[in-house]
């Protein structure tokens, strides 16, 4: 019995090793240094963002800090998680959301989110800047979101807000920026003007269509 038991004791722990050996073979560490973004790293290691913050999940994206370490996906991984999420959302049945043009957009989910506004004034934008977390402008179409809800670069329909400096009816927006208050289902749309006039838009309740 006490032999049987060391085999299965060792027969486990061969398991685990591989285990851990897959993973090791399928990332590597990044120990931060100054003015290091996930955005920069995505480029430098040639990995998906979302890929690269999803394996990141414990660290928060505005507050890299020099010495994290972070997990860096290997493109081939990265690669083949992607195309499973492809697979998946190739299953799901074809929707579309009508704008007030009359055009149709296709997308593969919707929920409601809470949102608020926000300018390029420099008391909102830190020491970035008036630019989105890619070094873009801001610009109407800019949207702040919480990467592990609407990864970055998610192409978005947004309707149900009520503001004089947005489109009516909705918009199509791009998913480039982040926000420290912005967790969860919320959202922060860039609009023109100053601080006082965005404090206008408030909480509102709006619909975002993930457009495929």
């Known amino acids: 019995m006490f032999k049987k038991r060391n085999l299965a004791a060792a027969v486990i722990?061969?398991?685990?090793?591989?285990?851990?050996?897959?993973?090791?073979?399928?990332s590597k560490t990044h120990t931060t240094i100054d003015n290091d973004t996930f955005w920069k790293l995505s480029k430098q290691y040639n990995v998906p963002l979302d890929a690269l913050m999803k394996a990141n999940p414990t660290i928060n994206p505005l507050n890299l800090s020099v010495g994290k370490k972070l997990?860096?996906?290997t493109a081939k991984a990265a690669a083949a998680k992607k195309s499973i999420v492809m697979k998946a959302s190739a299953i799901d049945s074809a929707k579309t959301v009508t704008a007030i043009n009359g055009k149709e957009f296709a997308y593969s989910k919707s929920f409601t989110v809470k949102a608020t506004a926000y300018t390029a004034a420099a008391s909102e934008n830190g020491k970035w800047g008036a630019v989105d977390y890619f070094g873009d402008k801001?610009?109407?179409?800019?949207?702040?979101?919480?990467?592990?809800?609407?990864?970055?670069?998610?192409?978005l329909y947004v309707t149900g807000y009520d503001y004089n400096g947005l489109p009516q009816g909705g918009m199509v927006a791009t998913?480039?920026?982040?926000g420290g208050s912005i967790k969860g289902k919320r959202i922060d749309i860039f609009v023109p003007g100053v601080t006082s006039q965005a404090r206008s838009f408030g909480f509102q309740n709006v619909k975002v269509f993930i457009l495929k």
């Open 13 to 26: 722990g061969l398991s685990v090793m591989m285990a851990a050996g897959t993973v090791d073979a399928a």
């Open 71 to 73: 997990n860096i996906p």
């Open 138 to 155: 801001l610009k109407v179409g800019t949207i702040a979101v919480d990467p592990k809800i609407i990864p970055l670069g998610t192409k």
């Open 175 to 178: 998913a480039t920026d982040i």
